[in-house]
């Protein structure tokens, strides 16, 4: 299957043995042993990925919203090859290893506020997953079990384990997984374009919080543990809460003792430009943020969440009343993984991303706005590094019609055939990419990205 120096694909071979034996994350099993699907990409550099055909393109959604620093990266790769030869594995049970440390010391260094304990797992799913079992075992010691509800938003992505599938409120991801679970409830996603009940945006708040309230009163705060949620939604669009929104949940859970959980996976290591989203982006501290994606920059995997000491000595020290947080997973804090995170650290403060981001995420913005001259583009929106485009042909529509579900992939391919990926997500078109991006490569980004819609919008009049 591979050349005799082992670098070289052979593609024919990896696309027939992909079509005939890989299940992919999100297959879809009518086409499962056929060939038309997805791309092979052989090789990358920097914001650019290459497919099989030798087809050189911007990546738009810098993988899945997480090759922060790029492909290519020399520093990160050698710091894997490195620890990967010194010590490339130790029970996280029984013993200590180096990266992990001086990681745990470094995400507690710039995690906001009092946020000071880090626990590692192995990706975004099992990061949300374990600060939303912790809130269980932390309510049994402290004596409330009934204090388990989660309150989670309409939109919201979470992840792909059972809990955080159930508490994942997009529709398309939910059907024959038996994900209903009588301690899940959601809430309306902040998403004033395709639910605009509550009028500008101040009003719309209002609508919010009352929402939020109504439902803590109606349920029992007795009955609530943790409200969950995205700084900004990403796969639900990046969808941009009203100004206030983090705020005024935050001050609504600290009354009724719930915990929040600021889910960081996407926005977490400089998407906005900064460490974190919560603070300063959204001034909050949390009481927990979950985190994974952007901490590696996708070289390998690492999740995990980082908790408050205000929280954590509630059932530590004294007050552990002889509890053990078993939540045993063999590769947390993976010493690989976690030289690998690292690494990635230092070439974001080497090499100034996050003020870079600052300075570009603007004119990004800025520029990403400018679509919505295009009568096909229903809403601009974004932050940071976080962009979408939602197309709508009746713009005032609160539901998405079935041409509109399908438009973002055929933007997409046009857009591909033109050298940039988009991520297509059924009417909207997300970009996020490397946050080492210079102004002149948005520039190209957007004008394929126009050409694209343009192209669309001309076939439909
Ligand atoms: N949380 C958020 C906000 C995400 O966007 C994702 C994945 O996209 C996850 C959690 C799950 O992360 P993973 O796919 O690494 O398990």
Redesign the pocket.
């Given at each position: 299957m591979y050349s005799e120096t082992g670098s070289q694909w052979n593609v024919a071979e990896l696309e027939d043995a992909a079509h005939r034996h890989l299940i992919s994350?999100a297959e879809e099993l009518a086409k499962l042993g056929t060939s038309g699907g997805r791309t092979l990409f052989t090789s990358a550099d920097g914001i650019y990925i290459t497919d099989s055909r030798g087809r050189r393109m911007i990546d738009g959604p810098a993988g899945?919203?997480c090759t922060q620093v790029g492909y290519n990266c020399k520093p990160i790769a050698d710091a894997i090859a490195a620890q990967a030869l010194r010590i490339c594995y130790n029970s996280p049970w029984y013993s200590l290893n180096g990266p992990s440390a001086g990681l745990a010391r470094r995400i507690a260094e710039f995690a906001p506020g009092d946020l000071n304990h880090v626990f590692f797992t192995?990706?975004?799913?099992?990061?949300?997953d374990s600060a939303l079992r912790f809130m269980q075992f932390f309510n049994n010691v402290l004596g409330r079990p009934s204090k388990k509800t989660i309150i989670c938003r309409i939109d919201?992505?979470?992840?792909?384990?059972h809990l955080?599938a159930a508490c994942s409120g997009r529709a398309g991801n939910r059907p024959n997984f038996d994900l209903e679970m009588d301690n899940v409830t959601f809430i309306s996603a902040p998403n004033r374009y395709r639910h605009p009940q509550g009028g500008d945006e101040a009003a719309f708040l209002e609508f919010l919080v009352a929402e939020f309230e109504e439902r803590i009163e109606s349920l029992g705060p007795q009955n609530i543990g943790a409200f969950l949620a995205?700084p900004v939604?990403?796969?639900g669009g990046v969808i941009v809460p009203p100004k206030g929104y983090h705020r005024r949940f935050l001050e609504i859970c600290r009354k009724h003792d719930i915990l929040y959980i600021s889910?960081?996976?996407?926005?977490g290591f400089g998407r906005c430009g900064e460490w974190f989203a919560s603070e300063p982006a959204f001034d909050i501290v949390p009481d927990i943020i979950?985190f994974?994606?952007g901490v590696t920059s996708g070289y390998v995997?690492l999740?995990g969440f980082v908790i408050s000491d205000a929280v954590l000595g509630r059932i530590s020290g004294e007050n552990a009343k002889g509890s053990a947080y078993t939540n045993g997973y063999t590769y947390s804090g993976h010493p690989v993984s976690c030289a690998a995170a690292l690494a990635n650290i230092e070439v974001i403060e080497q090499g100034g991303l996050l003020a870079h981001v600052r300075e570009v995420a603007p004119y990004f913005q800025e520029q990403l706005r400018k679509l919505g001259e295009i009568p096909l583009v229903g809403d601009v929106r974004g932050i940071g590094l976080l962009g979408c485009v939602e197309c709508a042909t009746d713009p005032h529509s609160q539901a998405a019609t079935d041409f509109d579900k399908a438009v973002a992939a055929r933007i997409d391919r046009l857009c591909y055939e033109n050298g940039l990926i988009v991520r297509p997500i059924g009417s909207m078109c997300v970009l996020s990419p490397a946050l080492i991006i210079k102004k002149e490569e948005i520039d190209t980004m957007i004008s394929i990205l126009r050409e694209s819609i343009e192209k669309v919008q001309a076939e439909i009049r």
């Open positions: 994350p899945m919203w192995t990706g975004g799913s099992s990061a949300v919201g992505y979470h992840g792909s384990t955080t995205e939604l990403a796969s889910d960081e996976v996407v926005t979950t994974a994606k995997p999740g």
